[in-house]
């Protein structure tokens, strides 16, 4: 597989908001969820043949979850936003994962 410049943008943003989750440890519902963004961004890129016959599977699971990440943090989130503080890291981690989506969604006819 080739990367390009949205494949790129992809794992950048995948890595970020990953990042944001992870660096929320002592919760382990945010710990296990930036795991899954790392899982899931692995899948996308592995070169191995079972993963890249069902990418359009691997495809919607990655879009699927970051949808269903930004609705539960929708309803269940922490929407004060304090600069410096881990309320601030919720809006930052939504910020990545929109860019997420669209870079997922820039590949879709790729899939």
Same mark, same amino acid.
């Given at each position: 597989m080739k990367l390009s410049l949205r494949h790129y943008g992809m #794992? +950048? =943003? %995948? +890595? %970020? /908001? =990953?990042?944001l989750h992870i660096t929320l440890y002592p919760d382990i519902m945010f710990t296990l969820n930036g795991a899954g963004y790392l899982g899931l961004l692995a899948a996308y890129f592995m070169p191995m043949p079972m993963l890249q016959q069902n990418h359009k599977m691997v495809w919607w699971a990655m879009f699927g979850y970051t949808t269903l990440t930004i609705v539960l943090w929708l #309803?269940?989130?922490?929407? /004060?936003?304090v600069a410096g503080t881990d309320s601030a890291t919720g809006y930052y981690a939504k910020v990545a994962e929109v860019f997420l989506m669209a870079f997922l969604w820039a590949d879709k006819s790729k899939s």
């Amino acid at each position: 597989m080739k990367l390009s410049l949205r494949h790129y943008g992809m #794992i +950048l =943003s %995948a +890595l %970020a /908001t =990953s990042f944001l989750h992870i660096t929320l440890y002592p919760d382990i519902m945010f710990t296990l969820n930036g795991a899954g963004y790392l899982g899931l961004l692995a899948a996308y890129f592995m070169p191995m043949p079972m993963l890249q016959q069902n990418h359009k599977m691997v495809w919607w699971a990655m879009f699927g979850y970051t949808t269903l990440t930004i609705v539960l943090w929708l #309803i269940m989130g922490d929407k /004060t936003f304090v600069a410096g503080t881990d309320s601030a890291t919720g809006y930052y981690a939504k910020v990545a994962e929109v860019f997420l989506m669209a870079f997922l969604w820039a590949d879709k006819s790729k899939s």
